[in-house]
């Protein structure tokens, strides 16, 4: 599962980084200021779960099925909020109405939250495991 993590992580960083230069350079010409801002978003929110997945590759005392659930999440997470940012934001570049799918994007920011949260839970579920280890040992 961590090779999985860790290649997806680096998979989301690259192509956020190239996202991140195509908006700058070549969109920069063709979108308004309110439109290369939110492809922008798309790109930090991209960037920001690349590093996240990196960090869940790398935690050694995670259990496996958190790490499955914390993957998933992002990775859909990733693509529908990511995803529908960077089309929604180049709508007037195409023939289609990617305003359609605009739905999609609070589910992924949902999933992204799960995500965290999931890792979240597990840090508590570990902590009170090993206290109440600690108390075990105690008696």
Do not use: C
Request: hydrophobic residues 50%; positive net charge.
């Amino acid at each position: 599962m961590e090779k999985k993590i860790i290649s997806t992580a680096a998979i989301f960083g690259m192509i956020a980084i190239i996202l991140g230069a195509f908006g700058a350079h070549a969109l920069k010409k063709v979108l308004s200021l309110d439109q290369l801002n939110t492809f922008e978003t798309g790109v930090r929110y991209q960037t920001y779960h690349a590093l996240f997945l990196l960090l869940i590759g790398i935690i050694p005392n995670l259990t496996q099925k958190a790490k499955k659930y914390i993957y998933y999440f992002t990775l859909f997470g990733v693509i529908l909020f990511s995803g529908s940012i960077y089309l929604l934001a180049t709508n007037n570049l195409t023939a289609f109405d990617f305003k359609i799918i605009g739905f999609v994007t609070p589910i992924g920011g949902l999933l992204l939250i799960l995500s965290w949260g999931t890792l979240l839970l597990q840090f508590f579920n570990k902590k009170s495991q090993k206290q109440n280890n600690q108390n075990i040992s105690e008696i």
